[in-house]
């Protein structure tokens, strides 16, 4: 009998955050909905997950978030106009990437417990199948899309799969930190997870980065609610206590990754993806030359 090797066909998103850190910007809009040259961040993620074969998008929301909705829904007047004045691009632009009716689900986070609560609030939707999250907030700019990378390479690993970085030792803080093992510069063994060490009590400086293939018995560890770092229930927590359980590496993915959910992060993030685009990264190129 062959051992067959489940597909990753759902995605969680998780968007339930209250995004302290870009007020005022964040008190009417959500935090994911802030865009990136001219396309909000959480377009960028959804993009990414349909390019790594993502059939099913699972959104844990809260309150003030209905942009979102919006956004991945048909906008009937919008279309209607633009057809008539006979813009085709524009209209390309607000409906070609929409992910296929049905292929969308919505769920609540009441209170924003932190990350771990939020994914465990999509249990139901997922199910017993491995599934992907993406943090909307880490922007990955790569020839091939990381999800895609990781997909690629799940079926050699399986089991847990996360996205991993280098990063400065004294940057280890801010980040959830792998203890590794095997280490082929590519595929990580991971045996210890560490969700912002204080001091200098990182075991490496290899950080966890928001792009995750997870195993559904990661929601029976989430699902005691256990608080973490910050008082909040984390998501890191309820991945440590899967090492041992089955198969557990870091991926470490080509491309460079934008921490959106920080200022001078997003700044960068602007910065590099419009003088990636064709249509105006020369014209970026050269103003820029007039502030440095
Ligand atoms: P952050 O740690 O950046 O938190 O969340 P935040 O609340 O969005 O932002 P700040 O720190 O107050 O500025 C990382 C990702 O996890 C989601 C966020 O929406 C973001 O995409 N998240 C976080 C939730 O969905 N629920 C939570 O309870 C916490």
Redesign the pocket.
């Known amino acids: 009998m062959t051992n067959m090797i489940p597909r990753v066909r759902k995605a969680i ?10 007020l005022p910007a ?1 008190k009417a809009m959500p ?2 909905m802030l865009p990136v040259v001219d396309k909000p961040l959480i377009q960028y993620a959804v993009e990414e997950a349909q390019a790594a074969g993502i059939e099913e998008f699972i959104f ?1 929301t ?1 309150r003030g978030k209905t942009a979102i909705e919006d956004h991945f829904d048909r906008s009937y007047e919008l279309e209607r106009t633009l057809a008539e004045r006979g813009k085709q691009a524009e209209l390309d632009a607000v409906n070609r990437w929409l992910p296929p009716p049905g292929s969308t689900a919505y769920t609540r ?1 009441q ?5 771990g ?2 994914v465990w609030c999509a249990r139901d939707l997922v199910g017993n199948e491995p599934f992907a999250v993406l ?3 880490d922007l990955i700019l790569a020839p091939k899309p990381c999800l895609a990378q990781m997909i690629e390479a799940y079926p050699e690993v399986r089991g847990n799969l996360i996205a991993c970085m280098d990063v400065p030792k004294e940057h280890a803080r801010r980040y959830g930190i792998v203890d590794p093992g095997r280490d082929d510069g590519k595929l990580i063994q991971v045996r210890g997870l560490v969700e912002k060490p204080p001091g200098d009590t990182a075991p490496s400086s290899i950080a966890v980065i ?1 792009r995750y293939v997870l195993e559904p018995s990661v929601f029976e560890h989430l699902e005691r609610g256990a608080k973490g770092a910050g008082g ?2 984390q998501l890191t927590d309820a991945l440590a206590a899967q090492i041992g359980r089955s198969p557990f590496h870091g991926y470490r993915f080509e491309g460079k990754r934008f921490d959106c ?1 920080d200022k001078v992060g997003f700044f960068e993030a602007q910065i590099a993806f419009a003088l990636a685009r064709d249509d105006i990264g020369a014209a970026v190129r050269s103003v820029l030359k007039n502030y440095i």
């Open positions: 998103f998780p968007v339930g955050g209250l995004g302290t850190r870009f964040t935090k994911e844990v809260g986070q209170e924003p417990l932190g990350l609560h939020a943090l909307a907030d928001g909040e229930i959910g």
